[in-house]
């Protein structure tokens, strides 16, 4: 199948909320997979939205753990996918949500690949929140299947912006319904979060400034139910959160 085709089939899985088997895809090549992913965001913005940023994906141990891969990902991110802090979100349209703690960087100056001094680029940090809603039916996917579905992307939530300060060891803890679900620190996030930073850079650089990047989770993602309250707090920076709305009526999840 063309790239074209590809991104036809996985956005249209995203619209309809109907999974696609994972494994028949035939991608195998990595950027053959990013030309699907660049053309799946293209039909995002054909519709007018607006990029918001870029994530990076499998940057902890506990993800590539949990997801059975062991490689470095990125995808975009676009305002369509922007949960204000403390707001509602609403699950109807979703397959098979998860959420996961994340770390957020807001840019102030471009960050180019191979720039010595990342830090230096940062306007602000954030706690936040990733939801991911892979379009492959149980999460079961290649690397280059997951790559090609703008690496899970389906929102994120950032909480206050604060300065720069040390991020190398920051407690972080994701509570659902007030109740812990998963803790970690900020240290799993390639040994410290700037290093995200700086594979941001590399990966997908040159970034203007006010772009968004999302560090990678530091912890396993964990279903995201509906009427619950979701939050992500990191320590010394801070706390965001979402409520989730109704579920989706029709069933799309695999086993
Ligand atoms: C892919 C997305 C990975 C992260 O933070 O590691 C990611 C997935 O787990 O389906 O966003
Ligand atoms: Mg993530």
């Not at 109740?179 to 390639?190: H, K, Q, V, Y």
């Not at 993602?221 to 009427?227: D, E, K, S, Y």
Request: charged share 20%; net charge negative.
């Amino acid at each position: 199948m063309s790239a074209d085709a590809l991104a036809e089939s996985l956005d249209t899985a995203a619209l309809e909320a109907r999974p696609l088997p994972g494994g028949g895809s035939g991608l195998t090549v990595t950027a053959e997979a990013y030309a699907v992913q660049e053309a799946l965001v293209l039909r995002r913005l054909a519709r007018g939205e607006r990029i918001t940023g870029v994530k990076l994906g499998f940057t902890s141990a506990a993800k590539m753990r949990q997801m059975g891969v062991a490689d470095l990902i990125h995808g975009r991110l676009t305002d369509r996918m922007e949960i204000p802090d403390g707001g509602r979100y609403d699950l109807s349209g979703l397959i098979h949500p998860r959420v996961e703690p994340e770390v957020a960087f807001l840019l102030g100056a471009t960050l180019r690949p191979g720039d010595a001094d990342p830090a230096a680029a940062v306007a602000a940090v954030a706690p936040a929140l990733e939801v991911i809603d892979s379009r492959y039916d149980g999460f079961r996917f290649s690397l280059p299947e997951v790559i090609a579905d703008n690496t899970s992307a389906a929102a994120y939530a950032v909480g206050p912006w604060r300065a720069l300060g040390d991020l190398g060891n920051l407690g972080v803890l994701l509570e659902l319904g007030g109740r812990p679900a998963e803790a970690g620190s900020t240290a799993a996030i390639l040994g410290h979060p700037l290093r995200a930073l700086a594979a941001a850079a590399r990966l997908a650089g040159p970034l203007e400034p006010g772009t968004v990047i999302l560090a990678g989770a530091a912890t396993a993602a964990v279903p995201l139910p509906p009427g619950t309250c979701v939050r992500a707090t990191v320590a010394g920076l801070g706390t965001v959160q979402f409520t989730t709305g109704a579920a989706r009526t029709t069933t799309g999840e695999g086993a």
